[in-house]
C-alpha cells in the first residue's frame, strides 16, 4: 500500500464465498442472485460487500491465443467483466480465485509464470479481491514467499486496488510474512469442514477441520493480526447445514454459534459459505447480529486471545474501542460445566462491571470480583463487559 491509498481492510473483510456451497458448480445467475439476496436481506448493511468467485470459473483447457485465463462460456456466458459490473451496481464487490501454481486445487489453469498478465486481466475487468490459493507448488516457505511476493507485485502493478487473500493454509507460517507480500489477509487454517471433529477427505487424502480445532489454531496467532492484516480461519460453515462441498453432517444451532463467536472474537475476515438465497431464521440470526459483528468489526482492530482454559471451558478476552471487553466463554467439552468467570481472568479489577449477553442482546448480570454461570456442550457465551 502507498501511503496516498486507504487501507483496504481496516477491519476483518466480509462478503460470500463460492466454494463452500458451490464448488464447481459455480454459475453466473448464482452469483448474481446471490449478489441481489446480499442486499435485500440486508447483509450488505451489516458490512458482508464482497462477493467472491472461487475455484472452477475459467476453462479446464487452458488459455487462449493470447495467453489468457478464459471464463469458461457455459458458467459465465455474459462473461466476468459483465458479472462485476452488475456486483458494482448493487454497490458491492468482486473477488476471484488464482492458485501460485500451473494448476488451481480443482485442476484449472493457475498463474505462476502468467502473473502479470492475469492481474492485468482481472483489473480489466474491474475485479476489487484476490484468492490466491497453493495447490501443486512446492511445499517449503521460501517458495511460498517468492511466489506470493511475485502476485503481490503483479497486483500493485495494475494500479487498481485488490484486497489479497493468501490460501497456502497455515504451513509455512503466513502470519510472519503475509502483510510483506502484499497480503491482507491470510489462511491459517486447513478446509474447515461443517463438522465439529476433524473429518478424513478419503479421495483427496487430507483432513478436512473442525470448529473445535479451529479453537486452538485461532489461540496461537492473535498477536500477528491487525488493521489490513487478518489471520483467516477459512469460510464461514453457518447455514451449510450438511449441505455443500464440505459437509461434515453440519453443526448444531449452539455449535454454528460457537463457530460465528470464534471468528468474531479472533477477528477473523467473515466470508459466508452457505446458500444465502436460501437463509433460514436461525442462520439469518447467526449471520445479522449487529452487536456481535460490532466485535468482530472494531476499529482497534485487535484479535481476541484465550486468556483461561479450566476444564473443558475458556475464556477468551478482546479489548474494544470503547474501552469495554469482548469475552467468549466456551465449553468445548461434551457436557455441560460450570465456570466462575472472575475479573482478574480478564485482567480487571473488582469493582462493579456490567456483563451483556451479545447474542441475546441482553444486559444479564453485574459482578465485582466473580461471577458463576453454566455453559451447555459446546456452546459459546459471547460477552461484552463494561467496567
Ligand atoms: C483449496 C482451498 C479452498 C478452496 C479450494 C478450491 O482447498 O483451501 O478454500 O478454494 O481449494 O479448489
Known amino acids: 500500500m502507498t501511503t496516498s491509498e ?93 492458485d501460485a501454481a500451473h494448476l488451481t486445487c480443482a485442476s484449472y489453469p493457475g498463474s505462476f509464470g502468467f502473473e502479470e498478465q492475469d492481474a492485468q486481466l482481472w483489473a480489466s475487468w474491474g475485479i476489487d479481491f484476490l484468492k490466491y490459493d497453493f495447490c501443486f507448488a512446492p511445499t517449503d516457505q521460501a517458495t511460498a514467499i517468492d511466489r506470493y511476493s511475485r502476485m503481490g507485485e503483479a497486483l500493485r502493478k495494475t494500479k487498481r486496488q485488490f484486497l489479497y487473500s493468501l490460501c497456502e493454509w497455515g504451513g509455512r507460517s503466513p502470519q510472519l510474512w503475509g502483510r510483506s507480500v502484499g497480503g491482507h489477509m491470510w489462511r491459517v487454517t486447513g478446509d474447515i469442514f461443517d463438522s465439529w471433529v476433524d473429518i478424513w477427505v478419503a479421495p483427496h487424502k487430507y483432513y478436512g477441520v473442525g470448529v473445535d480445532t479451529a479453537i486452538d489454531i485461532a489461540a496461537n496467532l492473535a498477536e500477528y493480526a491487525g488493521p489490513d492484516a487478518w489471520n483467516d480461519l477459512d469460510m464461514l460453515v453457518v447455514g451449510l447445514k450438511g449441505k455443500g462441498q464440505i459437509s461434515g453432517g453440519g453443526l448444531s444451532f449452539i455449535e454454528y454459534q460457537t463457530h460465528m463467536s470464534l471468528w468474531t472474537i479472533a477477528c477473523s475476515p467473515l466470508m459466508i459459505g452457505c446458500d444465502i438465497r436460501n437463509m433460514d431464521r436461525d442462520t439469518t440470526s447467526l449471520l445479522t447480529n449487529r452487536e456481535v459483528l460490532a466485535v468482530n468489526q472494531d476499529s482497534l482492530g485487535i484479535a481476541g486471545r484465550r486468556v483461561k482454559q479450566t476444564g473443558t471451558c475458556e475464556v477468551w478476552k478482546k479489548p474494544l474501542a470503547d474501552g469495554s471487553l469482548a469475552v467468549a466463554l466456551i465449553n468445548r ?33 453485574e459482578f465485582g ?12 457465551l459471547l460477552l461484552k463487559i463494561k467496567a
Open 6 to 98: 486507504q487501507p483496504l481492510a481496516p477491519t476483518p473483510p466480509m462478503g460470500w464465498n463460492s466454494w463452500n456451497m458451490f464448488g464447481s458448480t459455480i454459475h453466473e445467475d448464482s452469483v448474481r442472485a446471490t449478489a441481489d439476496v446480499l442486499v435485500s436481506s440486508g447483509l450488505k448493511d451489516c458490512g458482508y460487500n464482497y462477493v467472491v468467485i472461487d475455484d472452477c470459473w475459467s476453462t479446464k483447457v487452458g488459455r487462449d491465443g493470447n495467453g489468457d485465463l478464459v471464463a469458461d462460456p457455459e458458467k459465465f456466458p455474459s462473461g466476468i467483466k459483465a458479472l462485476a459490473d452488475y456486483v458494482h451496481s448493487l454497490g458491492l464487490k468482486i473477488g476471484i480465485y488464482s
Open 369 to 380: 470480583e466473580a461471577w458463576q454461570t453454566r455453559i451447555q456442550p459446546h456452546e459459546t
Open 333 to 365: 467439552g461434551a457436557i455441560g460445566s460450570d465456570l466462575t468467570l472472575r475479573a482478574s481472568d480478564i485482567g480487571l479489577l473488582d469493582t462493579p462491571k456490567s456483563v451483556r449477553n451479545l447474542w441475546a442482546q441482553e444486559d444479564i448480570a
